[in-house]
């Protein structure tokens, strides 16, 4: 027979293999829902089993009731932390993610490129996303936390911005040629270099300095050859 | 141990005997019965974030009965006499796993909740000994290739640890778990490293 706190804890279990994937598997709406819904029924429960009392419950005089409510207020408070544990698990890899260069676009799992992919501008796609996220498409996310990686990209953009000479996602592996080989896996449009415009349409090939292209490498967009 | 914590949270949700000391009209539902008062003397095994409170807070009763809580509890199965014996006699033979998946987690809280001096004793030299040898297979299946020459039969992360070895490893509680990951990553960036030096 389930018992309060059985559905908090499925979703913590989520949160646990949450921990474990790379990618952020899909949000659990109905979950979240049936576990608030419980919190909102204990709560009439206790509101209604103090009501005769009018303000002057008394807990040695009645121990039964006492306990049913240490009872009530003991679920609601582990439903709490399973719900908060929950999102904080899952915020914590959207906020990592974010600094590993996905944009909402990515992540959302519709990720075709069409145009704002130009240059490595910070943050562009992020905001660019914001167009085509609602179609609703089936996202991984849900609507808040679209919200909440949008404004944390603004965020992190806004930081980067204030060092232009240093790209603070870029990676820290330091480079052993400054120009590599790479060859393109998707289309990803034209993009502006040092040394002119680069095309980059799918199955080509090209030699480009490597901070020119590291966050495209980034998303999948080329591979880096040797 | 933080709130968030998801381990934490987990090992909350471990069982533990519990025994009512009251009648509950409402409470029914926690045996299965949820037409039916629950009766003084109730056995039901519950979950550590409801037990604990219940067995701390005092029902406020007159001065007569003044340390009355509303449960009495028991040591879980995992932290039975049994269990404990068998560590006592080899911590390495006992698949902690099988008893609990959070087995130092549930018994750390069972010792806030009660004074059990002698399983501590039992519980930190089983984890000692246990270390050593996860320590072990740790390095066994993280430094397989190159430089062992006898230890490159088998393929896959539990490179040359064996099948007695494999046994061990899937009887490790969580934490155990995490221990082994961290020793298997920790070995096997060194040897990285060492040959990035070496490259340069």
Redesign the interface.
């Known amino acids: 027979m389930p018992m309060y706190g059985d559905l908090g804890n499925k979703l913590v279990q989520h949160a646990k293999r949450t921990q474990n994937l790379s990618a952020l598997p899909a949000y659990q709406t109905e979950l979240v829902r049936s576990v608030t819904r419980e919190v909102r029924d204990l709560d009439r429960d206790v509101a209604s089993m103090l009501e005769p009392f009018q303000g002057s419950f008394d807990p040695s005089e009645n121990q039964a009731t006492a306990c049913t409510l240490l009872v009530n207020h003991l679920s609601m408070r582990r439903n709490k932390r399973c719900l908060l544990a929950y999102h904080r698990t899952r915020t914590d890899k959207l906020e990592e993610l974010v600094w590993k260069g996905a944009d909402l676009i990515d992540l959302s799992g519709q990720g075709m490129a069409d145009g704002g992919m130009n240059g490595n501008g910070n943050g562009e796609g992020v905001s660019s996303g914001g167009g085509g996220s609602g179609g609703g498409v089936m996202s991984n996310l849900s609507p808040q936390e679209e919200d909440y990686v949008r404004q944390y990209g603004d965020l992190l953009a806004a930081y980067k911005g204030q060092w232009t000479d240093i790209d603070l996602t870029g990676s820290l592996e330091p480079p052993r040629d400054l120009f590599i080989d790479v060859r393109v896996l998707k289309d990803a449009g034209e993009i502006q270099t040092e040394y002119g415009a680069i095309n980059l349409t799918k199955n080509s090939q090209f030699y480009v300095r490597q901070g020119d292209v590291e966050r495209l490498i980034a998303q999948g967009y080329l591979q880096k050859l040797g | 141990m933080s ?5 934490a ?2 090992t ?2 471990e069982k533990i005997p519990c025994t009512f000391q ?6 029914g ?2 045996d ?1 019965n949820p037409t039916h008062a629950l009766k003084t003397g109730t056995k039901i095994a519950l ?1 550590l ?2 037990a604990e ?2 067995a701390i ?1 005092n ?4 001065d007569e009965d003044g340390g009355k809580s ?1 449960i009495n509890f028991d040591l879980p199965a995992a932290l039975s006499n049994d269990v404990v014996q068998a560590l006592k006699a080899d911590p390495r033979a006992v698949p902690l796993r099988d008893q609990s998946a959070h087995f130092y987690g549930l018994a750390t809280r069972m010792m806030d909740l009660s004074d059990e001096r002698e399983l501590g004793d039992v519980l930190r030299k089983s984890f000692v000994t246990r270390a050593s040898e996860i320590a072990l297979h740790a390095r066994k299946g993280a430094g397989g290739s190159g430089h062992h020459k006898g230890d490159d039969k088998g393929a896959g992360s539990n490179l040359g640890v064996g099948a007695s070895g494999e046994e061990f490893l899937r009887g490790l509680d969580e934490w155990e778990r995490r221990l082994f990951r961290k020793a298997h990553d920790g070995t096997k960036a060194g040897k990285e490293w060492m040959e990035g030096v070496k490259r340069h």
């Open positions: 709130y968030y914590d998801i381990d949270i987990l909350d949700a009251l009648d509950v009209p409402d409470l539902y926690l299965n979950p974030w409801l409170m219940l807070a029902t406020g009763g007159g509303f």
